[in-house]
């Protein structure tokens, strides 16, 4: 199946510091791309849509303006969480779709473990 | 608004024995359903997708149902290992966005 990579897999930072995540889809092109957060024990919660050219689109309650999404390219997608706090100590998991499978599947990243102190 | 229940936070499921885990939606008409695993400090790994008009799905030890007039889709594992020990999450589409349960953690116990 198609695979997407994140870098970088985990990642410890100040608090107030501004961290860059890239997600990339490696033997496919997608269009589209989504973020998610997972907090311990709990699922995987929507942050956003990341369409090449053009903005992202949010999920409500995701501040847009601390959760930066660039999708420059068809296989790159970027978040980076600005002025980070502990509160955004999280699971970050990309996905990208393909719309040339038969199913559109959408494949997921491994997740980027941020932890702010 | 929409919501996705996976009934069991937890599953405690002997070797050899059949899981069977339960997914149940509300206020949804999706057409189609998936289910993915994932391990600990792991992304998502796609499993089986099931359409509204497919009763049953198979691959492998794996099976899923979808029924559209209960809204529930379940999901078995056959002669499960505890290899198979994750969380399993059930997911629907929405707007060409997918939507997840919060997942039932499998344990097969040896």
């Known amino acids: 199946g198609a695979v997407v990579s994140q870098h970088p897999s985990w990642v410890i930072c100040k608090s107030g510091t501004s961290v860059k995540i890239e997600c990339r889809s490696l033997?496919?092109?997608?269009?589209?791309m989504f973020w998610y957060r997972q907090f311990p024990k709990q699922s995987l919660m929507l942050m956003a849509t990341s369409n090449e050219g053009s903005k992202a689109t949010y999920e409500q309650g995701v501040e847009k303006d601390k959760f930066l999404i660039n999708h420059a390219s068809l296989t790159l997608s970027t978040l980076t969480v600005t002025s980070a706090h502990p509160e955004d100590s999280s699971f970050y998991i990309c996905?990208?779709?393909?719309?040339?499978?038969?199913?559109?599947?959408?494949?997921f990243g491994p997740g980027t473990r941020l932890t702010v102190l | 608004s929409q919501k996705i229940e996976q009934n069991s936070e937890a599953l405690n499921i002997q070797e050899g024995k059949t899981a069977t885990l339960t997914c149940n939606y509300t206020n949804y008409s999706p057409a189609y359903l998936q289910w993915y695993r994932q391990d600990p400090g792991r992304g998502p790994v796609f499993l089986l997708l099931?359409?509204?008009?497919?009763k049953e799905k198979r691959k492998e030890r794996l099976k899923v149902t979808f029924d559209t007039t209960l809204k529930q889709s379940l999901f078995h594992i056959t002669a499960s290992q505890p290899a198979d020990s994750a969380t399993y999450l059930c997911?629907?589409?929405?707007?060409?966005?997918?939507?997840f349960g919060k997942g039932t953690r499998l344990h097969i116990l040896p």
């Open positions: 997911a629907l589409d929405l707007d060409d966005k997918i939507i």
């Open positions: 099931i359409r509204e008009n497919e």
């Open positions: 996905s990208a779709r393909d719309y040339q499978s038969s199913y559109n599947e959408q494949f």
């Open positions: 033997d496919f092109q997608a269009t589209t």
